[in-house]
């Protein structure tokens, strides 16, 4: 398949993670008992499940706007209902910033439920909310965190580049070098073996391969129809006949699951 965009030059690619050292977290809250609450209750996750946080607590949103630094930030737990700045502004200036943060609302009130999808928030947590709450909400965190920390590292006229795993729209084969085709560009490599390249990334449940020398990522994929996927990108990618139907049943599996996970 012959693909737009493509880098020429030779690189060098090595599949690497990163270790997750700690995750940046914000509590956005003006009451005192509950950020204490929530407080005790990521500390008991933190011991449960040996992740590593750090916490920050902000009184309201004037302090957090006045002295958090949102690029910095992995999630954010935020009231909604706040004197001054409103969690839904506060959750504004985190995206102006951040479009990676984890933002989770919490509120006595559902009623501001629908306008938490303006700013692509993960929950909406009414309170009071129990430790199983924010332990499951924690680790859909975690796990989140964990795959943006995966890279495919290249090495490009000496310069050494790196592809966050979560960004491959899909990897393919053509005259003898490996394309490793994000949103905004594809880099060409022609020293490694794209067996090699499969390996790696088919340890990710995200990843599946729909032809030869084809990889895919499900969560940049639209729909499969016509024996093809359709990618976030408006770009179609053909599914070998052999296997279409494995192919379709691994795809469909994998959204209900997910949604479930979501749905926790």
């Given at each position: ?18 270790e ?9 809250d003006?009451?005192?008992q ?27 949103g ?8 949102p ?62 709450d ?40 053509y ?16 020293a ?5 390249v ?67």
């Amino acid at each position: 398949m012959d693909l737009p965009n493509t880098l020429r030059g030779t690189v060098i690619f090595t599949v690497t993670g990163f270790e997750v050292t700690f995750i940046n977290i914000a509590i956005i809250d003006d009451k005192r008992q509950d950020r204490s609450r929530l407080l005790t209750h990521m500390e008991r996750f933190m011991e449960s499940s040996f992740s590593k946080l750090q916490i920050s607590q902000y009184v309201n949103g004037e302090s957090f706007v006045e002295k958090a630094v949102p690029e910095t930030l992995d999630a954010a737990f935020i009231d909604i209902i706040m004197g001054g700045l409103s969690g839904i502004d506060v959750a504004r200036h985190i995206r102006e910033r951040n479009e990676k943060c984890v933002i989770v609302f919490i509120s006595s009130s559902n009623h501001f439920a629908a306008e938490s999808y303006q700013v692509n928030a993960l929950e909406y947590l009414s309170k009071p909310y129990l430790y199983d709450d924010i332990e499951r909400v924690m680790k859909k965190i975690l796990k989140i965190r964990d795959m943006s920390a995966v890279y495919i590292e290249v090495t490009e006229n000496r310069k050494r580049v790196q592809i966050k795993a979560s960004d491959i729209l899909y990897v393919d084969y053509y005259r003898h070098s490996v394309l490793f085709n994000t949103e905004r560009q594809t880099i060409k490599t022609y020293a490694v073996r794209f067996s090699e390249v499969e390996e790696k990334l088919l340890m990710h449940p995200n990843f599946i391969v729909i032809r030869k020398n084809l990889i895919v990522n499900m969560d940049k994929a639209l729909q499969i129809s016509d024996k093809q996927f359709l990618m976030c990108n408006d770009v179609t990618l053909p599914i070998s006949r052999e296997v279409y139907s494995k192919v379709k049943n691994e795809y469909t599996d994998y959204l209900f699951k997910k949604l479930r996970e979501e749905m926790g």
